[in-house]
């Protein structure tokens, strides 16, 4: 039972429970349409309190939608019946910056000092987006969306620190003027986007040459737009080296029993 | 008493009275400062009705703050003792679409069917981009904003038709963004940019030479931002060519009791 816009619906739970049965291990995108997918770093806690500080300060790149208990595998404020363990269809895990394993499941590694970060994806602003009618490139094309890593430095907290990673959209500037109003409504998923027009200006040498994920065509009548990117915490924390980390495998996100629409701040 | 942000304020009715008894016949900019102004059009009522039209069908460039009722010089809405024949400092008025006055005062020339439309002024929107520390580049160079008829139409009411005019702004991307987020919050005096980055995408062949004010540098780092301008509605009237109009001459508006920060919509 899906559907219905603003109210919590059980879609989540359903796709979660489906994904812990081990009978789904690809891509969330487009499941459980309309709710809240998220992006996933777990941290031993002598790593968290500094990691959770980088992100307070660098709230565009980290919008954090729920910080767990130590030890906790729940996310009580997320979704009924959620086990971060087995919930998400697959997983990296890292030691000392490496990544050593891609599992389904990761309660062999699982320890009691563990924190759990759920941190805002751009699924949900390009919902949005969509919704209004704008084509995002990216999707068009069936590719990755390009990333890039700029000259504008995080703010460091700890062993945190490096710089800002962003996403890349091309769209025409009435479109794009849009894009910001749309976007804007929506700090916890990265919100506005940081810079636009000039790639040049912001530490982009070719922007047909991401750093990472695919390049997409850029029409002579459109501008690139760039959003603050949850791929910053992760290259962050791949340069931090903790001696432990877990996340999300690319494209394998957590689905919450969030709507959308109900992260608008306005 | 002026100053106390939100609060009606007696500077607008001071300034009225002091342009009334003729001692100011100069631009209005800076007056009141935080108080409305508007552009004023007055017409017969046989044009008042298409014009109204045309104005509800492009409010970005024709926002309109109030219409009088027929014959009327009042605007009780916009502000205590307030006529609208002596309480602007320099005025048009236009015969079969030629200017052939520019008088301090229209009382000899009124007529009882005459309709006034007080429509939204960029000063306002300027206003709010200042007061977040964003520069404005013609007010720091002391010059008009530049101006661009754009291929843009605008929807056309009777005889009114014509093409969208633009204001520009250059403003650095981070800029160009908060400018749209701010801009937003005030529909009834253009709104968010209709354009920005690429001048050649609406009809602008040389962003150096525009068709009305002044052209003002613009940085390597810049991007051109575009606002609907209410210079709009009198280049229609302009090639509507009615027998009897009268305009606010440029620079010397209406100035009103209501507050900028009164106009934001969130």
Chains 1, 2 share one sequence.
Not at 78 to 106: K, Q
Not at 190 to 208: Q, R, S, Y
Request: proline share 9%; glycine share 8%.
């Amino acid at each position: 039972m899906d559907g219905i816009v603003g109210l919590r619906s059980n879609a989540g739970v359903e796709q979660r429970r489906r994904i812990r049965s081990g009978s789904f291990t690809g891509p969330t995108a487009g499941l459980a349409a309309g709710n809240v997918q998220a992006n996933l770093v777990i941290l031993p806690r002598s790593y968290a309190n500094d990691f959770l500080r980088f992100a307070v300060a660098n709230p565009k790149p980290c919008p954090i939608l729920a910080v767990s208990e130590p030890g906790d595998p729940r996310f009580p404020t997320l979704g009924e019946d959620l086990d971060i363990r087995t919930d998400l269809p697959r997983y990296r895990v890292w030691r000392d910056g490496v990544m050593v394993e891609e599992p389904v499941d990761v309660s062999h590694v699982w320890q009691d000092d563990l924190v759990s970060f759920a941190i805002g994806c751009s699924f949900s602003f390009e919902e949005a987006l969509v919704e209004d009618g704008i084509e995002i490139r990216h999707i068009a094309c069936g590719s990755n969306v390009p990333m890039y890593r700029t000259n504008i430095p995080c703010v460091s907290a700890g062993v945190f620190h490096g710089p800002l990673v962003v996403s890349m959209r091309p769209l025409k500037p009435a479109d794009a003027i849009r894009a910001v109003q749309i976007t804007s409504r929506f700090p916890s998923v990265h919100g506005a986007p940081v810079h636009l027009g000039l790639p040049a200006a912001i530490g982009i040498a070719d922007i047909n040459k991401p750093d990472y994920g695919d390049a997409v065509p850029i029409g002579a009548d459109e501008l690139p737009v760039f959003w603050a990117c949850g791929v910053t915490p992760q290259a962050v924390i791949a340069q931090a080296k903790p001696p432990f980390c877990i996340t999300h495998a690319p494209g394998c996100m957590l689905i919450t029993d969030l709507r959308n629409t109900k992260l608008a701040a306005l």
